[in-house]
């Protein structure tokens, strides 16, 4: 248990599906953050939130959508997504988003677009 | 802008053997820096930091020493086990920009 949930681990969705991905803890952290993971490629920051704020939108296109209704959960919706999207989603959430504090990571949702 | 640089992988070791990944780095200020470890399947984990020069970060055999004269935060163990096959990631948070620069990520595979 990292005490970060991600939901689903898997999801494989047509690029005229929409879908949501949730993440949850309940560590009494106050930043989150979405993270994307490809093969071959460095982890890319998409989104941070820090106390409900979102500070941080990393170029991301529109067709990824955050929403942070409180401190412990963190949705990323998608909508007319493409094959090269395809990838591992990591959820992160720390103490505040600062230098010194580590983040605690959920399992990931590896989405497939097809 | 702040940047991090580790080996290229995959390293492959024999059981017991010792273990260095080598992690440098470029940023501005004084940055905090952290290693992270990935198992299959999973997200990562973190696995120490430290975050002024010359502090020793530790955590289940494994070491690192922020040497702020060589840029360096090279993570070490001393006798790797099969378990400690995964991927490990150095990153650094600066106070420019709050947000952790990740490198990309190192893998380990040990035999028996």
């Known amino acids: 248990e990292t005490g970060v949930t991600q939901t689903p681990r898997h999801l494989v969705m047509g690029m005229t599906n929409k879908k949501s991905l949730k993440c949850e803890q309940h560590?009494?952290?106050?930043?989150m953050y979405w993270y994307k993971q490809s093969a071959k490629k460095p982890l890319e920051l998409m989104f941070v939130?820090?106390?409900?704020?979102?500070?941080e939108n990393n170029s991301v296109p529109s067709r990824f959508s955050p929403e942070c209704p409180n401190s412990s959960h963190l949705f990323l919706h998608l909508h007319t997504l493409q094959p090269e999207d395809s990838a591992l989603y990591l959820c992160?959430?720390?103490?505040?988003?600062?230098?010194?504090?580590?983040?605690?990571f959920g399992s990931g949702t590896r989405l497939t677009v097809v | 802008g702040d940047s991090v640089t580790q080996m290229e992988g995959p390293v492959t070791l024999s059981e017991e053997a010792f273990l260095t990944i080598n992690c440098t780095y470029t940023a501005t200020g004084y940055p905090s820096l952290f290693w992270y470890v990935q198992y299959p399947g999973e997200g990562l984990q973190l696995l120490l930091k430290a975050t002024k020069a010359d502090d020793k970060g530790s955590n289940k055999g494994f070491e690192a020493t922020y040497r702020k004269e060589t840029t360096s935060f090279h993570l070490e163990k001393g006798s790797v086990q099969v378990s400690d096959s995964a991927v490990y990631f150095c990153?650094?948070?600066?106070?420019?920009?709050?947000?952790?620069?990740f490198g990309r990520g190192t893998s380990l595979i040990v035999h028996p």
């Open positions: 939130y820090n106390f409900k704020e979102q500070t």
């Open positions: 992160a959430s720390s103490q505040e988003a600062g230098t010194a504090y580590g983040y605690t």
């Open positions: 990153a650094l948070a600066s106070g420019g920009s709050y947000i952790p620069t």
């Open positions: 560590l009494g952290h106050n930043a």
